[in-house]
Every structure is written in C-alpha cells, then in structure tokens.
C-alpha cells in the first residue's frame, strides 16, 4: 500500500507563489509516474504537471511556463512550484503516484487566489 501526504496549499495573492509538497511512502517501486492535478468546485479532476522517476515532466498548457513539477527519488516526494497565481488556479490540488497499474491519490490541499 502506498500513502501520498501532501502539504503547502493555502490563500495567496493573484500574482503570488506557493509551493506544494508530497511526501510518498509504503511499498513503492522506484519506476513511477508521480503528478498533480487539481480540482475546483463543480469541475472534472484534470492533470496539471506530471514527473516520472527518470525525470521527464508534462504539464497542462494553462500552466506552462508558471509551474514547476520537481521530486526527490531519495525521499519520494515530488514538489509544484507555482508562481504568477491566478484566480482561475483556486481548486483542490491532488497528489497521485502512478505504478504497476495502480494509481495511488492523496487527500487533496486548498489553494485560493485572491484578485
């Protein structure tokens, strides 16, 4: 079983930064795909960044260019930077960690812009 904490969300200016924290742990195979997506009121869950365990990343184009996924295999958490917020960001941010099939969420963090 695999648990996925995260932390870091909050309320933040239009224009601010916040960073986001996932912390992995249990039985987890070092090939994995880790990532963020989010989630606001009344909307479908979409990707936001992806990371895989060799490094490579993906992110949604509303994101491009603000956003920075990161991990450390070392302690399996991967990080999102995000800077230059938006209201349009404001939604639960969801970790996940995908492997052997499975894929793993965490419990979600608020993140709120304020224009």
């Known amino acids: 079983q695999v648990q996925l904490v995260e932390s870091g969300g909050g309320l933040v200016q239009a224009g601010g930064s916040l960073r986001l924290s996932c912390a992995a742990s249990?039985?987890?195979?070092?090939?994995?795909?880790m990532g963020w997506y989010r989630q606001a009121p009344g909307k479908q869950r979409d990707s936001v960044a992806v990371?895989?365990?060799?490094?490579?990343?993906g992110y949604a184009d509303s994101v491009k260019g603000r956003f920075t996924i990161s991990r450390d295999n070392g302690r399996n958490t991967v990080y999102l930077q995000m800077n230059s917020l938006k209201p349009e960001d404001t939604a639960v941010y969801y970790c996940?960690?995908?492997?052997?099939?499975?894929?793993?969420w965490g419990q979600g963090t608020q993140v709120t812009v304020s224009s």
């Open positions: 996940s960690l995908s492997t052997r099939g499975n894929v793993y």
């Open positions: 990371i895989s365990s060799g490094g490579s990343t």
């Open positions: 249990g039985s987890i195979f070092s090939i994995n795909v």
